[in-house]
């Protein structure tokens, strides 16, 4: 019976300190980045006065906010990129569909919100693979600036009334 297998001959080198490499470790380019657990995960994400609860489940890379698609509903690009960062951190775009409900705040509060919410669903699913790199990005990180209350005798926060001298 003839061997019809064909066998990779196994080139290694040797660098300065006299370590053998092989140099056929570089991942080829048609495979995926790397394996990731595909499960549905849901979490919340605050930031200022938005609140955003999120639902991630194994699909095809579609976004609903609120009933709508992501352009619709965020249609300033810095926005879409925002809320995208922790799949783009990861490597993982296109690989879950993402059902979000925001509430309160502004465009930017929810964006965050959002943000956070993607994050904290990604970090749940596979907490070992995710969570170092996206703690290191600040993805897990709840922003606690929110607004400063207005004090007594001044117009605003801060803003106090012209001072005259006579």
């Known amino acids: ?12 080198e040797t660098d300065e300190q006299g370590v053998a490499y092989s140099s056929e470790s570089a991942p ?4 995926p980045a790397r394996p990731a657990t595909i499960i549905p995960a849901a979490a ?11 639902r991630i489940v194994p699909g095809t890379g579609v976004w609903t906010v609120n009933g709508r698609t992501l ?6 690009k810095l926005h879409q990129q925002v809320v995208n960062e922790p799949f783009a951190e990861l490597q993982l775009e296109g690989r879950f569909d993402v059902i979000a409900r925001i509430h309160g705040g502004g465009i930017t509060g929810q964006a965050g919100a959002l943000r956070l919410g993607v994050a904290r669903c990604l970090n749940w699913i596979d ?28 117009k605003k926060a801060r ?8």
């Open 28 to 31: 080829s380019a048609d495979a």
């Open 44 to 54: 919340t994400g605050r930031r200022k006065e938005a609140v955003a609860r999120v």
């Open 71 to 76: 352009d619709s509903y965020f249609p300033n």
């Open 159 to 166: 803003k106090a009334p012209q001072f005259s001298k006579r």
């Open 127 to 154: 907490t070992d693979a995710n969570r170092p790199a996206l703690k290191k990005a600040g993805l897990l990180t709840r922003d606690a600036r929110v607004i400063e209350r207005k004090k007594a005798g001044l």
């Open 1 to 12: 019976m003839a061997d019809t297998s064909t066998e990779v001959e196994e080139t290694y």
